[in-house]
């Protein structure tokens, strides 16, 4: 996954159409075949699907394709393209020795299928989670080809990031430069700078404790191992202020459970407080903190709460739900 500033609707644009390949992605993905091939578009109204389809016979291959499967010489490229209003997108790719055409019964030895898949979701205003996956028929069980095909992807969606972003963004891939010097990133913060940090436990854990108070803004992918140990802690009430209706909650059962077994609608995702999708505001009440989302500062106030995974440090909260 990655955090893209840009619009929604222009990066699913610039998926749906690859000829930009040829002139951006050259060296790993992109040929001249790309551009100079027609495509052809059909849209299923009904079922809500785009589909684009560029074949290209006689192809260069492109090293993203001739150093993963071996093909030497000149290809078939066919890219079939499904796009599932409004954020999944798949990309069937076959590649084959020019010449090689599947068998009338659907076998094809000689062709290499790849799949990529985008799941585009917007997170923000101009804001984007890019999350995206490469899957594919032949050597499933070759680390190298995963690897090299992982990096390599990986290198496509940055490279269209840099595009838009060009000097203000900067990629240091830890294979090629080993790990982020923090130090060099971070000592330095000028006034009114947030930081915006993404990724495995160690580097939030490392980036928190090298920031100031206040300016961090992290997204978890898992709970901090902490609050996943927190004990269930005892039964309390919730007090929902706009009925006025109160809902127990019993040890074990979490607030957003309880209430929604009550029959209201709150807006949630993660369940294990690390997106931040059910943050409430609590009108009255001290609330136990056990996510990984709000800074100590926030805690310290009281002002919202997770309700997937806090509880409440008294008897009774009142929630503005």
Not at 17 to 37: K, M, N, Q, R
Request: aromatic share 6%.
């Amino acid at each position: 996954m990655e955090p893209i500033d840009a619009d929604y609707g222009l990066l699913v644009d610039n998926l749906l159409d690859l000829s930009h390949e040829t002139y951006l992605h050259g060296g790993h993905i992109g040929t001249p075949e790309v551009a100079e091939t027609p495509i052809t578009t059909e849209v299923d109204e009904g079922a809500g699907i785009v589909r684009v389809s560029r074949h290209m016979d006689d192809a260069e291959c492109p090293p993203f394709y001739a150093r993963s499967t071996g093909i030497s010489g000149r290809i078939d490229r066919w890219q079939d393209i499904e796009y599932h209003t409004p954020c999944l997108y798949v990309l069937h790719s076959r590649v084959a020795p020019t010449g090689a055409v599947p068998a009338p019964d659907g076998g094809d030895p000689e062709g290499f299928h790849t799949e990529i898949t985008y799941a585009v979701t917007p997170s923000g205003d101009g804001k984007v989670y890019d999350f995206w996956a490469v899957s594919r028929d032949w050597a499933t069980d070759d680390a190298e080809v995963t690897e090299f095909l992982y990096k390599n992807n990986r290198t496509v969606v940055m490279q269209d990031v840099d595009a838009r972003y060009g000097d203000r963004v900067r990629i240091v891939p830890e294979d090629e430069s080993g790990l982020l010097d923090l130090a060099s990133v971070l000592d330095d913060v000028a006034p009114g700078t947030l930081v915006y940090c993404c990724g495995p436990g160690g580097l939030l854990d490392a980036v928190e404790a090298r920031c100031p108070a206040g300016i961090l803004r992290v997204e978890r992918f898992r709970p901090k191992e902490a609050d996943v140990q927190a004990p269930a802690g005892p039964e309390f009430e919730v007090v929902l202020a706009r009925s006025g209706r109160t809902v127990a909650v019993p040890p074990g059962v979490s607030v957003l459970d309880a209430v929604r077994e009550a029959g209201v609608e709150v807006l949630y995702s993660c369940t294990e407080g690390t997106c931040g999708t059910c943050e409430t505001e609590v009108v009255e009440g001290e609330p136990d903190h056990r996510d990984s989302v709000l800074t100590e500062e926030e805690r310290a106030a009281g002002e919202t709460m997770l309700i997937c995974v806090s509880r409440c440090r008294g008897r009774r909260l009142v929630l503005d739900l």
